[in-house]
């Protein structure tokens, strides 16, 4: 077993070497600023993601809300029996989660309606959608919290999220719509997406586990 190893080893840090080298031809990479021209953008990443690769995204959103399902189904009958004690609240929690909620939302927004402008996007931006809503979980406690968002009502609007990408989809590659207005809209609902997803993990682990 340690032979094959080292064979295996000594073999991908052969090829690893032939390619630094130069003894393979590279291919030559085309410019992306015609291609973010081509899509009324000024982030060319923007224009292959959302663009030339817009398909290949909607199906990676599909395969996280496949998850997030999963997690709900498998989680279900694993509930924490009695109530979730919050983290044990201190003025420096409480102050932090009120002095930063609002400016975590406002960069958030602001990431998800420029990514077709410089970095950022819908993922980015839905991960910190993500931190806030963890934040508030950390200081009022993860039950209070999943009360006051209503639950069920973001759930719909996970999936409202997901069929209207589609239809974005729909419009942008089947009709050739290219305007900058439908990357924001995909930003938007992208990051909607994956800010109520990583809610629904860290509320589903927290009920089964007890703690935050």
Request: aromatic share 10%; with cysteine; net charge neutral.
């Amino acid at each position: 077993m340690k032979f094959l190893l080292v064979c295996g080893l000594a073999g991908l840090l052969g090829l690893l070497g032939a390619g630094l080298v130069g003894i393979w031809p590279r291919p030559e990479f085309p410019d992306p600023d015609p291609v973010a021209k081509a899509w009324g953008v000024a982030n060319a990443v923007a224009a292959v993601v959302l663009g030339v690769r817009l398909w290949d995204t909607i199906f990676e959103v599909l395969v996280y809300v496949v998850a997030m399902v999963g997690v709900r189904f498998f989680l279900l009958g694993m509930r924490w029996q009695g109530e979730l004690p919050p983290v044990a609240e201190t003025p420096l929690l409480r102050r932090s989660a009120d002095l930063l909620l609002g400016p975590i939302l406002v960069f958030a927004l602001y990431l998800a309606a420029s990514g077709h402008l410089g970095p950022g996007g819908g993922f980015p931006a839905g991960a910190i959608l993500g931190s806030a809503l963890l934040l508030l979980a950390l200081a009022k406690g993860v039950e209070r919290l999943s009360a006051e968002l209503y639950e069920p009502r973001l759930e719909r609007l996970e999936y409202v999220a997901v069929v209207f990408l589609l239809f974005l989809g729909a419009v942008v590659l089947v009709l050739g719509v290219r305007t900058a207005a439908a990357f924001v809209v995909a930003n938007l609902l992208v990051a909607v997406e994956v800010a109520i997803g990583a809610w629904a993990v860290l509320h589903r682990f927290a009920s089964a586990r007890g703690e935050v």
